[in-house]
């Protein structure tokens, strides 16, 4: 073999050696390496299947006997506007907190039916009274039961005055609670009672018997406020006062000074009084007697 032929030889071999490295750092070693994992896959929540909180008692919504809380309203207002004690309202629902009440929570505003209620027959019909409540329960007169009202002459009743008829159907006798003039009269809207004129310091009196449930400035436009419960179905309130003079529970008389008039939360002094039925304001001229 000559010299360049042996050399040649040894240049192919280099050559060779050189194409098989060349091979070996273009395998698979050197390649990206693409990571690849399996995906698991998972539930994905619907916001609309979320579960929402419900206010207290939102089961009992719409039922005869309980009220759902607008926005802006407390337990005073509940109270003035069911016809109840707000304190019975607040034992009827264990309200710890009176004060802590939700918009749509939904209260209890009648007294609650217990063991020991007294069942007593009248006029074939059958009435009950519950117990445990500091306010008087309402009597419910069965289908067929005659009331007194209806139990009198159809002609009599006609010939009554309208205030005799509406304080007979009461069960009260009423009175003026002041005597000044009317200012503004009744409108279901704009003025849910009377608005009678006064000097400030005058006496403010208990339009018929009753017991006061609430004494305070609690509800907004009413200033220094009493508010009394006559029976189950009518209460009074008297709005606006300088000075107030009885206390919540406190018994009172017809006629008993309960306050003086003043001009608390109102533009000038008067007295803002109004009678409520079941909770719903009605006009008092149907009541009190004519001057």
Not at 28 to 48: G, I, K, L
Not at 213 to 231: E, S
């Amino acid at each position: 073999m000559t010299v360049n032929s042996r050399r040649a030889g040894l240049l192919g071999l280099l050559l060779a050696g050189t194409f098989v490295l060349a091979a070996c750092g273009t395998g698979p070693s050197s390649a990206p390496v693409e990571e690849r994992r399996t995906s698991v896959s998972r539930p994905v929540m619907d916001p609309n299947t979320v579960a929402v909180k419900q206010p207290p008692g939102f089961e009992n919504a719409g039922k005869v006997g309980y009220y759902t809380v607008k926005p802006g309203e407390t337990l005073i207002r509940i109270g003035l506007e069911t016809g109840q004690n707000w304190k019975d309202i607040a034992a009827w629902n264990n309200l710890a907190q009176p004060n802590q009440i939700e918009v749509g929570q939904v209260l209890r505003v009648t007294a609650p039916v217990v063991a020991g209620a007294v069942a007593a027959t009248e006029n074939g019909g059958v009435v009950t009274r519950p117990i445990g409540s500091s306010s008087i329960a309402s009597t419910q007169v069965q289908p067929g039961q005659a009331s007194s009202a209806a139990a009198r002459p159809a002609a009599t009743a006609a010939a009554e005055p309208a205030a005799a008829a509406a304080a007979a159907e009461s069960g009260l006798s009423w009175i003026w609670p002041v005597p000044g003039p009317v200012l503004a009269g009744f409108d279901e809207v704009k003025n849910k009672g009377l608005d009678l004129g006064g000097a400030a310091g005058e006496p403010v009196l208990a339009a018929a018997d009753g017991r006061v449930v609430y004494v305070g400035a609690g509800l907004r436009g009413y200033g220094n406020l009493i508010i009394l419960k006559h029976n189950n179905t009518y209460l009074t309130a008297y709005a606006h006062n300088k000075s107030l003079l009885v206390k919540e529970d406190q018994a009172v008389r017809k006629g008993q000074k309960i306050a003086e008039m003043g001009n608390s939360d109102a533009d000038r002094v008067k007295l803002h009084f109004e009678v409520r039925r079941q909770g719903k304001p009605v006009d008092p001229l149907k009541y009190l007697p004519p001057r």
